[in-house]
């Protein structure tokens, strides 16, 4: 398969633990972004990646949030000391320079996250 | 400051019927325009984007959207609907970051969309 794929699909946590999640974009594709969607809302930008580096990051990534992406390649999403809050889908996506020139994403399935 | 708003939450058409979901936006520039649809806990799929051209815009599973730019719409239609197209449907506009001179999507809230046999 070639598409962004994301690890876990899904995660059950108790409030105050830290979780992270794994994106794994389509390979030639060196834009990568999250965004986060709760229930009955449309996604909402969380971070950007060109390669390695971290060029934005919402307001809504609190400091309990952390993304990285040292290799250019596949990105891990960090919530620590998680809050009720935080549950949501969180959803990667990829994009080439030549689709990201028009500005079209490929998302994987997302990470559901929630936290008890 | 680019937005999308989609009026309805929820369309309701039989099968066989044609659909229409709403769009519309506000851009400064030229809008870049695309359509996703989203299953039951399953991520993103594009159908559609308009760029520039024919504002008719032919797109993935028989769908397809009318650019409108005096209406600022971009409404996404179907001719004839099946149940299978019951799913969350996404619109969305390019936000271009002239200072990172890359591009993120403005997503509007989604409409329902359900096709009843």
């Known amino acids: 398969d070639t598409g962004v794929s994301q690890d876990p699909r899904h995660k059950i946590t108790k409030r105050g633990q830290n979780v992270t999640f794994r994106c794994d974009p389509i390979s030639e594709h060196n834009r990568l972004y999250w965004y986060r969607q709760t229930l009955g809302q449309g996604p909402e930008f969380l971070t950007y990646?060109?390669?390695?580096?971290?060029?934005?990051k919402s307001r809504l990534l609190s400091d309990r949030f952390s993304a990285e992406r040292p290799k250019g390649s596949f990105s891990t999403l960090e919530i620590q000391r998680t809050e009720q809050g935080d549950s949501a889908m969180y959803l990667c996506?990829?994009?080439?320079?030549?689709?990201?020139?028009?500005?079209?994403?490929?998302f994987g399935e997302g990470s559901r996250l929630t936290v008890l | 400051a680019q937005s999308v708003a989609q009026p309805e939450d929820q369309v309701n058409v039989a099968e066989g019927n044609p659909l229409t979901v709403k769009c519309t936006y506000s851009?400064?520039?030229?809008?870049?325009l695309f359509w996703y649809v989203q299953y039951p806990n399953r991520g993103l799929q594009f159908l559609l984007k308009y760029i520039t051209g024919d504002n008719l815009v032919k797109g993935s599973y028989g769908f397809e959207a009318e650019f409108n730019k005096s209406q600022t719409s971009f409404h996404l239609k179907k001719p004839s609907a099946l149940v299978s197209d019951s799913a969350l449907y996404f619109c969305a506009v390019r936000r271009v970051m002239f200072s990172g001179g890359y591009n993120k999507l403005i997503f509007g809230a989604g409409t329902r969309l359900a096709v009843h046999p």
């Open positions: 996506a990829s994009s080439s320079l030549y689709a990201g020139s028009t500005g079209e994403l490929f």
């Open positions: 851009v400064s520039g030229n809008p870049y």
């Open positions: 990646f060109q390669n390695e580096a971290q060029l934005e």
